[in-house]
Structure formats: structure tokens, C-alpha cells
């Protein structure tokens, strides 16, 4: 492509490799895309001959006209050949597009949902750090420009190249040099202009889509936090910041527009020019005698016929540009590595006992600041360990670790006695159930959130979860029962109602491994309880890691890990602890007191 100081100076030419990326899906359906060629094929011979019929009727009518007495069919003939030929050229390229439609539709699925799919299998962190809006933003355009790239690139600038080819062969058999050069000029300069404007708004255009990104993102940052923009009656702040990215949007679209301006008024320089020229070497040819008016007719149909598909390819060769930037970078998405993922020596995971250990376990977030020191604990199988320790102090990072949601800096987790780092991931997490420590749930029904825990469960079984998990109280408040809708996220309860939904959802998945992350922090002491047996019952026989913040629910633990500032401080049943009389037993006096406060408040 062009190598002017713009393109390097943007670092981005034409992505040609994008379209050999996209070859494999035109080959699922070849007969298909072989047809819609032959349509096309079969209706650019039906164009050119258009101008030809012209010329033979003008000049058949001029014959009539000048002896009156000639036969009147000829041209009715002639007309009706016109006709015929004008609409099979338009059906012809209506077949074109229905036949090739089902190519890009069938392309534009199977890549979303080969993304989608991918989405899915990268890290925690990548969808930390990203901005869903933005993401959903750059998929729909991907997916646009698929559409665009299939609809143009195939079906509009190559064939007009050809066009261009034969037109300027057919002038130059018909009426010379002179014509031909012309034409063949003018269509370069047209294009090399169109090229070069192009690229030169490319810019412009880029800030108008980074602009959209950017207020897209806004809007629904802001409108995913509408209680705490209520809270703290942020409204006219939240306007105020969506109204200046609005403005950067607006201002870039303004530039984009002037832009816009200048490219479609020099095109329409080029062709005036070319077409004046051309009309006045014919009008001269006709008034020499040299022409007819039907040759005259006929050059002007062909400039018209050439420069109408040219019009639009300052617009085309944007448009196919920025689809394949686009799909460019959705394909990057897709290349984008994991940075956990199976390997070909992945095993799966066959549960022997269920014996959990961190081996000297450390690990950070970022560099510059150690999370986990040097943790070792087990969880022998069939017994009930509970990790204890302040806010912050690397609890639910280690749940975390234990599903692989991240690696390890150093030390390693294993399961009976296995690398976790050595088996698939699902088989790791299929094995494990979670009650986490924010539950976050599907804008569903109450039934189909519990259900996702096991989506082959029978609504008996979902039911007894929810029995189990003393939701059913609950529901029976409800008007519509479980078929109640929670809300984006579940918004529409409250954070016990929420904790109770996560457990039935890991009651039902029912793995041998259950892990509780503060799963009884949102619930009142008498629901805890209750809760806490619900468990007992549920656990019974099962490993599991208790993380807790209320001591007094985890004082039956075989084994209580006392975290501080991610390093393992004490370790030991309760009343070893107590008896160690360290932090554990600060912790239990503390909350001890403040149960008899409440008590007596009561
Ligand atoms: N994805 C993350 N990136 C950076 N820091 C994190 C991330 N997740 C958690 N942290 C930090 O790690 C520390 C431990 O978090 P966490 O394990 O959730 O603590 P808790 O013991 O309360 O469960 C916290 O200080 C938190 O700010
Ligand atoms: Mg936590």
C-alpha cells in the first residue's frame, strides 16, 4: 500500500492478512460463494451491454427520425432488449447477495462465537482490567466489519476494477486513444485522491471511534453504579462527565465531517472534469460527423455507469480499512494467550480423597506488594479447616489460588498430592464448589440462578437445594415463588438472600471439595445458624475450607489457620489456640465481648 509519512507515522497500512484469515469460513460454503461469483460475473456483462442497446435505440430513433417511413419495431425491440437487460442485471445482483448472505451470516457466527467462547477461557486479571462496555463495543464492531468486508470488498472494488479494465478496452476499440486515456487517467488520479484523502482522515476517524468507546463506557459504568450514584447524589457530577466525552465525540465528529467534505469535493472535481472532456470530444465527433448521437449517448452512459461505484470508494476504502482494523483486532482477542491454560500434558483430575495442601505458598498481585508469605497448610480429607485473619490479610486470595484463578509466585498447591498446575482447569474446578464471598447472579429467576450450579438438575433437585439452604421461607413470601426475577447482578435481594441462592447453587453441584468464603457474613446469627447445620449436614464427610470472619462459626474446625498480613501466624484446633493465648485467642475475647453487648442490648 501506500507509503506516504501518514501510514507510517499511523503504523497502520491495509490488513490484507486479515482477509486470509477470514478464507476458512468462505470455504464452508464454496458452491455457494462459486455461484454468487457467476451472478456477478453474468450481471456486469449485462451492465456493459446496457450502454451499447442505448446507443443502438438513440441511433435507430435518429434513423426514424430523419425517414419517417421506416419500420417502427426495430426500436420497440431494441427498447424492450433495454428493459430486460436492466432488470436481470438487478436481479442478477439480488441473487448475488441472497446467495452470499448465508456466507457472511454463517462467518459472523461462528467467529462471535469462537470469541465469545475465548473470552471465557482468559484470565481473571485481563477482565479486571477491562472495560465490558468497551469489550462488547469492539466485538459488535468486529462483527460490522466481517459484514462490511464480505458485502464490498468481494462484491464492489474488484469487480469495478474489472469494470474500469473492459470499459477503457471498449473505448479505446471503439473511438481510440484519446478516449481511453481519459477515462484510464482520470480513474487514476480519482482513485489515487480518494486514496491518499482517505488516509489522511483515517485519523479523524480513529478518534471519532475512540471517543465512541470512551462515552460508551461511560454510560454504562455510570448507569451499572446507579444506587451509589443515588447515594451520594452524584447525578449532575455523573451528566457532567458523560457530557465532556461527549463533547471530545462531538468535536471529533466534527473534524471527521470537514474531513469528509473536502474528500467528496475533490472527487466530484475529477469527475466533473473528466466527464466535461470526454462530452466535448463526442459533441465535437458528432458535429464533425465522425459520431453519432447514439455514440455520444453511449460514452455518457459509460462515464455515468464507471463513476457511480467509484463514488463511493473513497467510503468503501475507508470502510474496508477500518473493518479490517476491526477485525483485526477482534482477532487479536482471539490470539490473545491465556495466562493460564492447559497444556497437552494437562491430566484430569481424578479425585482419590480430597486432600488439599499449600506448600509454602507465596505470591502478589503486583511486585511491589507481597500478598501471601510463605503459607503451608493442609486440609486433610474429610475434615473441616478455616482460615481466620483480618480484612485484607490474603483470605480470598488463596481461594483464588486454590481455583486457579491465578499461578503461584512460589511454593505450589497441590491435590492429593498433585500440582494443580498439572491438571485441566475444569476438571479442577468441577471438582470444588464455592459459596463466595460476593455473590453476583444471572438476571434470572430465583430457580434458574440456583440451577446454574448443575444446569441438567431437575426442578425437584434445584428445590431440595433450595430447602437446604433455607431459601425457601423466602420464597414462599414472594408472589411469584422461585419464578421471581433477581435483578441485574441479583440487585433485588439482599445480601443474605444472595449468600443463601450461592449456597443451594454449590449444594447442587454437590463436589467432593467445598470451599465457603465468608459464605454467612451478610446473614443474621439465628439465619446463620440455621445455615451453618444446613452445612454441617451438606459437609458431612466432605473436605472442606471454611474462611470465616465470625469465629464463632468455625470453632468445631479440625484445623484453624490464623492469617496475618499473608503469613500464616497460628495454626491449631480451638482450643489449642486458645490455650497459645496469641491472636486467635485476642480475636475470640473481642467478639466474645461483643456478643454480650448485643446479647444485652437484645
Ligand atoms: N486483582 C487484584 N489486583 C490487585 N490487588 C488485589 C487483587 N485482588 C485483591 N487484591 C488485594 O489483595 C489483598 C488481599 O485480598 P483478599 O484476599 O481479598 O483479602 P481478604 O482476606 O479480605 O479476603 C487486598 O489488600 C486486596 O486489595
Ligand atoms: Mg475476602
Known amino acids: 500500500m501506500r507509503h506516504g509519512h501518514m501510514a507510517v507515522e499511523e503504523g497502520v497500512g491495509m490488513k490484507w492478512h486479515v482477509m486470509i484469515m477470514l478464507w476458512p469460513y468462505f470455504l464452508e460454503f464454496r458452491s455457494r460463494v462459486f455461484l454468487a461469483m457467476g451472478c456477478l460475473l453474468l450481471a456486469k ?20 427520425n430523419q425517414n419517417p417511413k421506416a419500420l417502427i419495431v426495430v426500436p420497440i425491440g431494441l427498447v424492450l432488449a433495454y428493459g430486460a437487460v436492466r432488470f436481470i442485471n438487478v436481479l442478477l445482483n439480488e441473487f448475488r447477495d441472497t446467495l452470499f448472505g448465508r456466507v457472511t451470516e454463517r462467518t459472523i457466527r461462528r467467529i462471535s462465537l469462537k470469541t465469545f467462547q475465548h473470552l471465557h477461557r482468559l484470565d481473571l486479571d485481563f477482565h479486571l482490567d477491562r472495560k465490558t462496555g468497551g469489550l462488547s463495543r469492539d466485538l459488535e464492531r468486529g462483527t460490522t466489519g466481517i459484514n462490511f468486508l464480505m458485502r464490498f470488498m468481494v462484491f464492489n472494488i474488484v469487480p469495478t476494477l474489472v469494470e474500469v479494465l473492459l470499459v477503457v478496452g471498449l473505448l479505446f476499440y471503439n473511438y481510440g486513444i484519446v478516449f481511453a486515456l481519459i477515462t484510464l487517467v482520470s480513474v487514476i488520479c480519482y482513485v489515487a485522491y480518494s486514496i491518499t484523502a482517505t488516509e ?76 466535461t472532456s470526454m462530452l466535448a470530444l463526442a459533441a465535437q465527433g458528432v458535429a464533425n460527423n465522425e459520431m453519432t448521437i447514439g455514440d455520444f449517448v453511449l460514452i455518457n452512459a459509460f462515464m455515468m455507469q464507471l463513476f457511480i461505484p467509484l463514488n463511493f470508494l473513497g467510503f468503501v476504502y475507508r470502510e474496508i480499512k477500518g473493518s479490517l482494523a476491526n477485525i483485526e483486532k477482534m482477532f487479536d482477542l482471539l490470539a490473545r494467550k491465556p495466562k493460564i491454560s492447559d497444556t497437552d500434558a494437562s491430566i484430569t483430575l481424578q479425585l482419590q480423597q480430597g486432600r488439599i495442601e499449600f506448600d509454602n505458598v507465596s505470591f502478589h498481585y503486583q511486585e511491589q506488594r507481597p500478598i501471601l508469605t510463605n503459607v503451608s497448610f493442609t486440609v486433610e480429607p474429610g475434615t473441616k479447616v478455616a482460615v481466620v485473619g483480618e480484612s485484607g490479610s490474603g483470605k480470598s486470595t488463596l481461594v483464588k489460588l486454590l481455583f486457579r484463578f491465578y499461578d503461584t509466585i512460589e511454593g505450589k498447591v497441590t491435590i492429593d498430592g498433585i500440582d494443580i498446575r498439572s491438571v485441566t482447569q475444569h476438571s479442577l ?32 433437585q434445584v428445590m431440595n437445594a433450595i430447602r437446604m439452604a433455607h431459601l425457601d421461607q423466602f420464597i414462599q413470601d414472594l408472589p411469584k415463588g422461585v419464578d421471581t426475577v433477581v435483578g441485574e447482578r441479583g440487585l433485588k435481594l439482599s445480601g443474605g438472600e444472595k449468600q443463601r441462592v450461592a449456597i443451594a447453587r454449590a449444594i447442587l453441584k454437590a463436589p467432593p471439595i467445598l470451599v465457603f468464603d465468608e459464605a454467612t457474613s451478610s446473614l443474621d446469627s439465628k439465619s446463620e445458624q440455621a445455615i451453618l447445620r444446613a452445612m454441617q449436614e451438606v459437609t458431612e464427610g466432605y473436605t472442606s475450607l471454611v474462611i470465616a470472619h465470625r469465629l464463632s462459626t468455625i470453632v468445631d474446625a479440625d484445623n484453624i489457620v490464623v492469617l496475618h498480613r499473608g503469613q500464616v501466624v497460628e495454626q491449631g484446633n480451638h482450643a489449642t489456640l486458645l490455650e497459645k493465648d496469641g491472636v486467635y485467642a485476642k480475636l475470640w475475647s473481642i467478639q466474645q465481648q461483643e456478643a454480650t453487648i448485643l446479647e444485652a442490648e437484645r
Open 429 to 460: 474446578r468441577q471438582a470444588i464448589g464455592i459459596v463466595p464471598q460476593d455473590t453476583v447472579l444471572f438476571n434470572n429467576s430465583i430457580l434458574e440462578n440456583v440451577r446454574y450450579g448443575r444446569p441438567t438438575a431437575n426442578d425437584e
Open 45 to 64: 456483462v449485462a451492465s456493459i451491454s446496457i450502454p451499447f442497446l442505448l446507443k443502438d435505440i438513440v441511433d435507430t430513433l435518429d434513423a426514424v
Open 200 to 275: 489522511w482522515r483515517t485519523r479523524f476517524l480513529r478518534e471519532v471511534n475512540e471517543a465512541d468507546s470512551a462515552t460508551h463506557s461511560r454510560a454504562v459504568d455510570s448507569l451499572l453504579n446507579y444506587e451509589t450514584v443515588k447515594y451520594f447524589t452524584n447525578e449532575d457530577y455523573e451528566a457532567e462527565r458523560y457530557d465532556s466525552e461527549l463533547a471530545v465525540w462531538e468535536k471529533a465528529k466534527r473534524k471527521n465531517r470537514l474531513t469528509l467534505f473536502a474528500l467528496n469535493s475533490g472527487q466530484a472535481m475529477i469527475i466533473a472534469i473528466a466527464m
